[in-house]
């Protein structure tokens, strides 16, 4: 578990204007001692990415993160897209990538090509062939 103490809020001077700077102390698991400063969403947005990086790693993480109930990585975004009726038509892989970038995810067709087959393989799409290009519908 990461421990977190905030510090008295620092004042920190830029020419005539004086603002105040948050500052939080981490101690992880290991020992390691770790100082943030900056903003409140600056801070806030560092330690979920410790503690979610935590998590990565087997640990638990300290707080729940809103919005963050399913997972939107390639596997199941392609998945939407097959619930959705995208594959009602066959596609090329550069068209799945251009999809999924409107959705504002961005992955190289290198890692959707696998991602591809293993839904071949499970059934959830086929894929034709159509002058040595693959094309895939669900």
Do not use: C
């Not at 204007?17 to 992880?28: N, R, V």
């Not at 935590?54 to 638990?60: D, E, L, P, T």
Request: glycine share 10%.
């Amino acid at each position: 578990m990461t421990k977190i103490s905030y510090s008295n809020i620092q004042q920190k001077r830029i020419g005539i204007l004086e603002y105040e700077m948050p500052k939080a102390h981490l101690t992880t698991k290991t020992g390691a001692r770790v100082t943030i400063e900056g903003t409140q969403e600056e801070i806030a947005t560092l330690i979920a990415r410790i503690d979610g990086g935590a998590a990565k790693r087997g640990g638990r993480s300290r707080a729940h993160l809103p919005g963050s109930g399913a997972k939107s990585g390639p596997v199941n975004l392609i998945s939407e897209l097959i619930d959705g009726g995208f594959f009602k038509k066959p596609k090329e892989l550069g068209s799945i990538k251009s999809a999924l970038e409107e959705l504002g995810h961005y992955y190289p067709v290198t890692t959707l090509s696998p991602i591809l087959l293993r839904l071949v393989r499970k059934k959830a799409l086929r894929r034709l062939k159509d002058k040595k290009r693959w094309l895939y519908v669900g």
